[in-house]
Nanobody, 114 residues
C-alpha cells in the first residue's frame, strides 16, 4: 500500500536549518508530483511546497519562498525539504504527500524555539 515516512524533524533555534526527508513506497514514485504540507498547533494542514514528477518545476507557499527548497531523488523514492532561516512560526508537524493520492504519513515534528 501507499506509504510515506517523514524524518529529520527536531528542535532548532530561530535562524537555524533542518533538512526533512520522506521515504515513499507502494506506488510508481516517478509518475507523481510530490508535496510537503504542515500543520501548526490549533491550525489546519496547509500547503508548503510541491515538485513535479521529474523535478522540473517547483511551487512554494509565500510564507516559505526563498527559505525552503523542495527536491526529489526518483532513484531512491525520496523527497526532501531543506529549510533555512527558520522562524518560530515554522513550528509544526510536517507531512509529505503524493499529489493525486489520498494517503498521508505520520509526519515529523519541527519546533523552532530558543
Amino acid at each position: 500500500q501507499v506509504q510515506f515516512v517523514e524524518s529529520g524533524g527536531g528542535l532548532v533555534q530561530p535562524g537555524g536549518s533542518l533538512r526533512l526527508s520522506c521515504a515513499a513506497s507502494g506506488f510508481t514514485f516517478s509518475d507523481f508530483g510530490m508535496a510537503w504540507y504542515r500543520q501548526a498547533p490549533g491550525k489546519g494542514r496547509g500547503f508548503i511546497a510541491s515538485i513535479t514528477n521529474v523535478g522540473g518545476s517547483t511551487t512554494y507557499a509565500d510564507s516559505v519562498k526563498g527559505r525552503f527548497t523542495i527536491s526529489r531523488d526518483n532513484a531512491k523514492n525520496m523527497v526532501y525539504l531543506q529549510m533555512n532561516s527558520l522562524k518560530s512560526e515554522d513550528t509544526a508537524v510536517y507531512y509529505c504527500k503524493a499529489l493525486r493520492l489520498a494517503s498521508w504519513g505520520p509526519g515529523t515534528q519541527v519546533t523552532v524555539s530558543s
